[in-house]
C-alpha cells in the first residue's frame, strides 16, 4: 500500500498517468463524459479539517480533469445522473474492513474478491452501460483489473 505524499513515487505515478490519460488517451472525450473515483482526499484538497471541493488534491493537481470531470465516491448507489458517461477511471483497490471479515468469519480469497468484485460493478453501473451502451474502463490496479476480467469471461 502507497501513502500518497506529495513527492512520494506513488503519486507521481498516478499524476502522471492521470495526465498522460487526458492528453493521449482521452484527448478527444468531452471531459463531462469522464467519471473518476479515488480516495476523496488524494481528488480534493483537505485545508482546516475539510475538503475543499474547488481545489484540486494530489491525483487532480494538474490532470486537467479536475475542472469537468465527474468525481463520485466508489459507493454511489442509486443514481442516474452518470449515465451519460462513456469513460470510468477506477483508483481504488477494493479491501475489505478486517473486522468485518473477522466477524463474518469469511478471510479468504474468495470472498475477497467477490466483494472487490461487487463494489466495482456497482460503481461502473453509474455510467452509460447501464443503457446498453459501451464504456471504457481505466483502472491501474492489476488486481481489481484481473477480478473484472475473470468475472467477464466467466459470465
Same mark, same amino acid.
Given at each position: ?12 505515478? =498516478?499524476?502522471? =498517468? ?36 474547488? +481545489? ?15 468525481? !463520485? ?14 469513460? =470510468? ?9 478486517? !473486522? ?11 470472498? +475477497? ?43
Amino acid at each position: 500500500m502507497c501513502v500518497f505524499a506529495y513527492n512520494s513515487v506513488c503519486f507521481k505515478d =498516478a499524476f502522471t =498517468a492521470l495526465k498522460n490519460l487526458k492528453q493521449r488517451t482521452l484527448k478527444n472525450v468531452a471531459i463531462e463524459k469522464v467519471i473518476i473515483t479515488c480516495a476523496k482526499k488524494n481528488w480534493y484538497k483537505k485545508t482546516k479539517g475539510w475538503y475543499d471541493l474547488t +481545489k484540486p488534491g494530489i491525483f487532480s493537481t494538474d490532470s486537467r480533469m479536475f475542472k469537468g470531470a465527474n468525481w !463520485i465516491p466508489n459507493t454511489t448507489r442509486g443514481t442516474n445522473n452518470y449515465s451519460h458517461c462513456s469513460h =470510468a477511471i477506477y483508483l481504488y483497490e477494493q479491501n475489505v474492513n478486517p !473486522i468485518l471479515l473477522n466477524w463474518l468469519n469469511a478471510n479468504n480469497d474468495q470472498f +475477497k474478491a467477490d466483494f472487490a468484485l461487487t463494489e466495482m460493478i456497482q460503481w461502473i453501473w453509474r455510467t452509460r452501460i447501464r443503457n446498453g451502451e459501451p464504456v471504457d474502463v481505466y483502472m491501474p490496479s492489476g488486481r481489481m483489473r484481473e477480478i473484472l476480467d475473470q468475472w467477464i469471461h466467466n459470465n
